[in-house]
């Protein structure tokens, strides 16, 4: 039965003729909704659509390939059904098809059209470390150049203002920084320079007017309004409790007072008025008159309700109005000279670095959409309009789809406006997201784009609607309490006005999923929370900790709904996932507190490569061979692998006080004392190794240099007989990789490639560390909230819900934002005294509440994620604290004040906001011993809360401790019975002692059977299978040796060896050797040819020039060009492709021969060449190069082999093998077994 699609789903799918947005909240299906619309316009019988007309933007590569898979399949799926030459046409037109990202779509527009803007068609693709350095270089070249030129006109010259304001000392980090943070901004826009000139506007201004006909001190006047309105709302809340029957009414007067006072200053019509009345604050004093008849907590209510606005109104003063007209206009003056100096420098930057990336023949992403807006748009009397091949490109696509569309920015808005038909009356964008998940700020994303056309589109539907909004509330992820959790939280704390969507029955979830019923442990939301452990040392550990706790009550009591059959079984560790904030810090602490627990984990990075202690050995090495007087990283070298000197040993050398560490060794060697002769003689030793290595620079590229190393010291050795050692082996050999790479950019030698590293480490861009395959067993998943986003898991922890905000730094010299610009303090230079500035203080506040907005974002994701049980955790230094909320939420469907959300420190201030009036919340505070007698909310749904003392979290830790130990115990106290019986001779011990002594002295009944060996290859099974097999046959023909016995090389002298034939073995390996080296993914998305990559991998030593010859390249590029080799190109994108994989599995004795004990087990040892995962099952892929005529031989010599290797893969990552192939290169086809 196919997929049953509601009707707005139909909606989606159905609906032509207009541009459509689609609002599809967490786990609606827009992915199947997505590729049903396309296959339904290629299919479609009356007017169908080829595929390659329609362009398809994914926000990722691995979106991408997912989504042309799933079109593929589709198809596929269609054509078995009913056939015709039109669908067969679209599988064919599908490996040229538009699917792709924006950059990958740029690029083509490039690739295609580079005459159209004279660019060299000969480009290259930079990475980000080479900009990096290349940025660099032409910064610290332009200053300098800058710097001449304003020593020439004298101390008045403007950029000797501009050094003198953000200069200090000697270097220019401080004001590089600005500039290049400006310049990032600047390319987020569609025209860069346009933008650059539009800032120099930013403090223009020079009387009152002027400046309050700004648009930023319009929303400043009415930002400050919203604030007194909120004052006004908290003395009319206190006027209330006043007038209550136990209330303080000696505190009624104030309370009129301050209503009274924030009532008038509402009333101010102009920023001019408001600054007049606010120049001075003034509140009445409360009354000292006592009365014995007013409630206690209602007086505190009203203390700590007038603080808060006090405090309000105290904070806007200081911001906006604590300084003169004339004050602000001094500062803009100031400010506006700054401001124009630094466009001016950055306009100049602009300019110059453009023309270096053109001589190098580089571009990079930023020039991708740039250029391929340059291609696209052309400008005719003052305005933009479609150039010609714009206009062919919207000849060509009949639709234009965006995934994702939240994260748009004004670049990619623009360009893919240009491609479609609006200005022609042609309206044909499909655009789909969701404004809640909108979570890439810091990647320039603009959800405004989004939210206007959310507000204009309509949502009604009708034949003449061309602008069409659908919204898709089902989610068919979650269970209806997941549901209701996430709905009660978010209906109190997102708004319009923090978040950028009012969360209402319009942008509210709807459950769509079906699961069964279950007994046992209840599903849905819950709260977990622990007091701060005074004898913690560490919060992330005992956090930890009581994860870890949880986890092992989980899969005691737990059950999760089985994909496969829909019922119900017993939780497992990779139903689990841990989902941070960000994993700086945390990982390291859950990882160690799960090692000592047994829980097995795996931590998805994309950071820390830098940090792990096998790349920073290596790069002390290179940057000590750089400069060895640098104490650090030779320090460093000495101490480790390559070294192998003691802390000892070094403090002997440095007890010289020479003036580097590396004088001190040279000179240690020098000497001639009997008493340090060993390490005399260890220092001349080091020297000469390290030596041999320095003069290797002069002619070595660094990748061979690091080879060289790695080989000559058995480094891999080392690193692999560390703790994770695959995953250190993997990451020493991206290293490789990556400095290999680094020769062929415009850079090369040691000290530019130790200064791209630098760069890499100063600007957070880190390669991650590289995929070791670890995530596909059953172990619990650790990674970021941004890094789940798409995915979802049936358990899901939220961990470090206390953890304070990290909000965007809007204390720098100079702050921007994208909607109003620049700002920075007004700094008397000549007196260097800081003034605060209005627009600053402005643009700080707004920035910060869209900081806030994209942080509550991110929860709303965190929380979206999990389909069966959601667990948020926070460990709190004060419960008391969380109480504070308590009594805001008077009504049940009113949203929080925004004040009290927008000053929000963590998850956890808006968790426990929301819930301060729910039953749960309410009964765990009041257990923790804090008065909650307020009224609950009765129509609350149902969410567990916990809050744990230190005392109760050690005794819960104690009983999951004594609950494992039970069993050993009983074990202890038999075998001490036993003892006892015996000293005191009694005649026989009970039946527990005695069959306990029957499982101690338990004699292994099958010791005479022979030829059962404890692990055998898999290699070994199939040749006796196929014996086995062959026996049975009747052999008419010339018996054929199906099975050769291992080849062992003869010793030949080297003048015979020429003559010697291969063997089918040798030919073999050197196929497995190359393919896997080889990259699918690059091979499916470039031009790359197979020739060109066995010549690259023979330079660099990773195949042998002998290997080479026993390549026949024509049947490498025939298995290229096959299905199975597109499909693992697919896959390695998406980070599921495996190679050379080792295994080990245990299998009953029985299974190898009838005589043996079925209870046994033999361990069977292989290695799987290749392996993919497509959804969610596993593609199984042999490599063979047998001489032979059919496929069926191959077929009965190597079913046993992938039996066995898809029994293996099944165990071992918990999917099922859907697919076992051969790839025979004799017969060039892919059999399927």
Same mark, same amino acid.
């Given at each position: 039965m196919?997929?049953?699609f509601?009707e707005?789903?139909?909606l ?6 207009r541009?459509?947005?689609v ?5 609606s ?8 619309r ?9 007017n ?11 926000f990722?590569?691995?979106?991408a ?12 799926k ?5 056939y ?36 060299d068609p ?7 470390g ?5 940025k660099?270089?032409? &910064?610290?070249q332009m ?5 001449e030129?304003?020593?020439s ?8 203002h501009?050094l ?7 270097r220019a980090?401080a004001l590089?920084?600005i500039?290049?943070?400006l310049y ?10 346009e ?6 506007k ?9 400046l309050c006909?700004?648009?930023?001190m ?6 400050a309004k919203?604030?007194?309105?909120v004052c006004?709302?908290?003395a009319l809340?206190n ?5 209550e029957a136990?209330?303080?009414v000696?505190?009624?007067? &104030? ?7 924030a ?17 001075s604050?003034?509140?009445?004093t ?5 009365d ?5 907590l209602l ?9 808060e606005?006090?405090?309000i109104l105290k904070?806007?003063?200081?911001d ?5 007209m ?10 506006d ?17 453009t ?11 930023s020039d991708?959409?740039h250029?391929?807006?340059q ?5 005719e009397?003052?305005?933009y309009?479609?150039?010609?091949t ?6 060509y696509f009949?639709?234009? &789809? ?10 990619q808005e623009?360009l893919?406006?240009t491609i ?7 309206f ?10 909108s979570?890439?700020q810091?990647?320039l994303?603009?959800p ?5 056309k ?5 949502k ?5 609607t061309?602008?069409q909004?659908i919204d ?10 997941i549901?209701?959790g ?9 708004g319009r ?5 009012a969360?209402?029955e319009e942008?509210?979830l ?13 599903? =849905?939301?819950?709260?977990?929370l ?6 913690s040392k560490?919060?992330?550990e005992?956090?930890a900790r009581l ?7 989980l ?6 709904t089985?994909e ?10 990779g139903?689990i996932v841990i989902?941070?904030r ?5 990982d390291?602490?859950?990882?160690h ?6 829980i097995p ?20 090495f290179l ?7 640098q104490?650090?990283?030779l320090?460093?070298?000495m ?7 003691t802390?000892?040993?070094l403090?002997?050398i ?5 003036d ?6 040279c000179?240690?060697?020098g000497?001639e ?9 260890k220092c001349k030793?080091f020297l000469?190794?390290?030596?041999a290595y320095r ?10 240099i ?6 000559e ?6 690193v692999?007989?560390?703790?994770? =050692? ?6 020493v050999r ?13 850079y090369?030698?040691?000290f530019h490639?130790?200064?791209y590293?630098?760069?890499?480490q100063?600007?957070?861009v ?7 395959g670890?995530s596909q067993?059953?172990?619990?998943r ?13 358990i ?15 204390s720098a ?6 909607n ?7 700094v008397?230079?000549p007196?260097?005294?800081?003034y605060r500035?209005?627009r ?7 920035m910060k509440e869209?900081?806030? =907005?994209?942080e509550?974002?991110?929860l ?13 955790t926070?460990?709190c ?9 308590f ?6 469907d009113r949203?929080?004040p ?8 963590s998850?956890l201030?808006?968790?426990t ?14 257990e ?10 009765a ?7 916990r809050?744990?003392?230190?005392q109760?979290?050690?005794e819960?830790t ?5 609950e ?7 074990l202890?106290?038999m075998?001490?019975?036993?003892d ?6 009694t ?13 101690l002295t ?6 005479s ?7 055998t290859?898999?290699s070994?099974?199939?040749m ?5 097999a062959?026996?049975k046959?009747?052999m008419e023909?010339?018996?054929v040796?199906l099975?050769?016995t ?5 010793y030949i ?10 063997s089918?073995?040798?030919r ?7 393919l896997e080296?080889?990259?699918f ?11 060109d990559?066995m ?11 002998e290997?080479l010859?026993?390549?026949n390249?024509?049947k ?12 693992m190109?697919?896959?390695q994108?998406?980070g599921?492709?495996h190679?050379?994989?080792?295994f ?8 190898l ?11 069977i040892q292989?290695?799987i060449?290749?392996?993919?995962v497509?959804?969610n099952?596993i593609?199984l892929?042999d490599?063979?190069?047998?001489a ?18 898809a029994e293996?893969l099944?165990?071992i ?11 025979s ?7 399927l077994?």
């Amino acid at each position: 039965m196919g997929i049953v699609f509601s009707e707005e789903q139909n909606l989606v799918i159905n609906l032509r003729n207009r541009n459509i947005l689609v609002s599809a909240a967490a786990g609606s299906g827009k992915t199947t909704v997505l590729v049903e619309r396309i296959i339904r316009l290629i299919s479609d019988e009356e007017n169908p659509v080829d595929i390659d007309h329609l362009l398809i933007v994914t926000f990722t590569k691995a979106a991408a390939a997912s989504m042309r898979e799933k079109i593929s399949e589709a198809i596929v799926k269609k054509l078995e059904e009913h056939y015709s030459d039109h669908l067969q046409k679209q599988e064919t037109l599908l490996h040229h098809a538009q699917i792709t990202t924006i950059d990958s779509f740029c690029l083509f527009i490039l690739q295609n059209n580079f005459n159209d803007i004279g660019l060299d068609p000969g480009f290259r693709v930079a990475d980000e470390g080479e900009i990096r350095l290349l940025k660099e270089d032409i &910064m610290e070249q332009m200053l300098a150049r800058r710097l001449e030129q304003s020593r020439s006109e004298g101390k008045a010259g403007s950029f000797s203002h501009l050094l003198d304001r953000f200069v200090k000392g000697s270097r220019a980090d401080a004001l590089s920084d600005i500039l290049f943070s400006l310049y990032n901004r600047a390319l987020s826009y569609p025209f860069p320079d346009e933008w650059l000139l539009e800032r120099k506007k930013d403090y223009e201004g020079s009387t009152p007017e002027e400046l309050c006909s700004f648009i930023w001190m319009q929303e400043l006047f009415s930002y400050a309004k919203r604030n007194i309105e909120v004052c006004k709302e908290i003395a009319l809340e206190n006027i209330s409790i006043c007038e209550e029957a136990s209330g303080p009414v000696q505190y009624l007067p &104030m309370a009129e007072a301050d209503y009274a006072f924030a009532q008038n200053l509402l009333q101010s019509c102009s920023f001019t008025e408001l600054h007049e009345k606010m120049q001075s604050l003034s509140f009445m004093t409360l009354s000292r008159k006592k009365d014995e008849n007013a409630d206690i907590l209602l007086k505190e209510r009203v203390k700590k309700n007038r603080e808060e606005m006090k405090d309000i109104l105290k904070d806007l003063q200081k911001d906006f109005f604590s300084f003169s007209m004339e004050e602000m206009l001094a500062g803009f003056r100031e400010n506006d000279r700054i401001v124009n100096e630094i466009c001016d420098t950055l306009l100049d930057f602009h300019k110059r670095f453009t023309e270096s990336k053109k001589e190098k023949k580089l571009i990079d992403f930023s020039d991708m959409e740039h250029y391929a807006l340059q291609i696209l748009l052309k400008k005719e009397d003052d305005k933009y309009v479609p150039s010609k091949t714009a206009l062919e490109y919207r000849r060509y696509f009949h639709e234009i &789809m965006i995934d994702e569309y939240q994260d748009s920015n004004l670049v990619q808005e623009l360009l893919l406006k240009t491609i479609s038909g609006e200005d022609d009356g042609i309206f044909n964008r499909f655009m789909v997201g969701d404004v809640k998940q909108s979570i890439y700020q810091f990647r320039l994303a603009r959800p405004q784009i989004f939210m206007e056309k959310y507000d204009t589109y309509e949502k009604e539907v009708r034949d003449d609607t061309l602008l069409q909004r659908i919204d898709l509330a089902k989610n068919y992820r979650s269970r209806r309490e997941i549901i209701e959790g996430v709905n009660y939280l978010f209906y109190r704390i997102m708004g319009r006005d923090l978040g950028n969507v009012a969360y209402d029955e319009e942008s509210a979830l709807y459950p769509g999923a079906s699961y069964p019923e279950k007994t046992g442990e209840t599903d =849905g939301v819950e709260l977990l929370l622990a007091k701060k452990d005074e004898d913690s040392k560490d919060k992330k550990e005992q956090e930890a900790r009581l994860v870890s706790q949880r986890i092992k009550e989980l899969l005691r009591s737990y059950k999760v709904t089985d994909e496969a059959d829909g019922q119900p079984r017993p939780a497992r560790y990779g139903d689990i996932v841990i989902l941070l904030r960000k994993l700086k810090d945390w990982d390291e602490a859950f990882k160690h507190v799960f090692e000592e627990e047994g829980i097995p984990v795996y931590v998805e990075k994309s950071t820390g490569y830098f940090e792990t202690g096998e790349i920073r050995t290596i790069l002390n090495f290179l940057k000590a061979l750089d400069n060895p007087k640098q104490d650090i990283p030779l320090f460093g070298t000495m101490i480790s692998w390559f070294g192998k000197f003691t802390n000892e040993e070094l403090s002997v050398i440095q007890s010289q006080k020479m003036d580097s560490l590396y004088e001190g060794v040279c000179s240690f060697a020098g000497k001639e004392e009997e008493e340090y002769r060993p390490l005399q003689e260890k220092c001349k030793t080091f020297l000469n190794w390290f030596s041999a290595y320095r003069e290797q620079i002069a002619y070595e590229p660094i990748h061979k240099i690091l080879r060289h190393l790695i080989k000559e010291s058995g480094y891999l050795y080392e690193v692999a007989s560390l703790p994770s =050692g695959t995953q250190r082996l993997a990451n020493v050999r991206m290293l490789l990789t990556k400095a290999e790479s680094f020769e062929k950019s415009s850079y090369s030698g040691l000290f530019h490639f130790i200064r791209y590293i630098e760069k890499m480490q100063k600007y957070d861009v880190d390669f991650g560390e590289a995929a070791a395959g670890d995530s596909q067993n059953d172990v619990v998943r650790i990674m970021t909230i941004h890094k789940s986003k798409g995915l979802e898991f049936p358990i899901c922890f939220i961990a470090g819900c206390a953890g304070a905000f990290h909000t965007k730094d809007t204390s720098a010299d100079v702050i921007c934002d994208s909607n109003y610009g620049i700002g920075m303090d007004y700094v008397d230079i000549p007196n260097r005294v800081k003034y605060r500035d209005i627009r600053k203080c402005f643009l700080a506040r707004y920035m910060k509440e869209e900081s806030m =907005g994209e942080e509550l974002r991110v929860l709303y994701v965190a929380m979206t994620r999990a389909k069966e049980k959601l667990i948020l955790t926070g460990i709190c230094n004060d419960f008391g604290k969380l109480a504070d909320a308590f009594h805001l939420q008077k009504k049940a469907d009113r949203i929080l004040p925004f004040i009290k959300r927008a000053n929000a420190k963590s998850f956890l201030d808006w968790i426990t906001a929301a819930m301060s009036n729910h039953p749960s919340f309410i009964k765990a505070m009041e257990e923790s011993g804090l008065n909650m007698s307020d009224m609950a909310d009765a129509s609350a749904p149902h969410i567990e809360v916990r809050c744990l003392t230190p005392q109760q979290f050690k005794e819960r830790t104690m009983e999951t401790d004594i609950e494992q130990g039970v069993r050993k115990n009983r074990l202890l106290s038999m075998l001490k019975d036993c003892d006892n019986r015996a000293l005191n001779n009694t005649a026989e011990c009970d039946s527990s002692c005695n069959a306990l002594k029957e499982q101690l002295t338990f004699v292994y009944p099958h010791e005479s059977l022979n030829g059962l060996y404890t692990k055998t290859s898999v290699s070994e099974l199939k040749m006796a299978a196929m014996h086995k097999a062959y026996e049975k046959e009747s052999m008419e023909d010339e018996p054929v040796k199906l099975f050769p016995t291992e080849e062992i090389s003869p010793y030949i002298p080297n003048f015979a060896k020429e003559s010697r034939e291969v063997s089918g073995s040798e030919r073999g390996s050197a196929y497995h050797r190359l393919l896997e080296l080889f990259d699918f993914a690059e091979f499916m998305n470039t031009n790359v040819k197979i020739r060109d990559c066995m010549n690259e991998y023979a330079e660099s030593g990773r195949i042998t020039e002998e290997e080479l010859s026993l390549i026949n390249p024509a049947k490498i590029n025939t298995f290229l060009d096959s299905p199975v080799a597109l499909r693992m190109g697919r896959a390695q994108e998406l980070g599921n492709l495996h190679k050379e994989q080792p295994f080990v599995l245990g299998i009953e004795a029985s299974r190898l021969s009838d005589e043996f004990p079925s209870e046994e087990k033999v361990l069977i040892q292989g290695i799987i060449d290749v392996y993919f995962v497509e959804d969610n099952e596993i593609v199984l892929l042999d490599y063979k190069t047998d001489a032979i005529k059919s496929a069926d031989e191959l077929i009965k010599r190597y079913r046993t082999q992938m039996d066995y290797y898809a029994e293996a893969l099944e165990k071992i990552t918990g999917l099922r093998v859907k697919e076992k192939i051969l790839y025979s290169f004799a017969l060039e086809k892919e059999i399927l077994i």
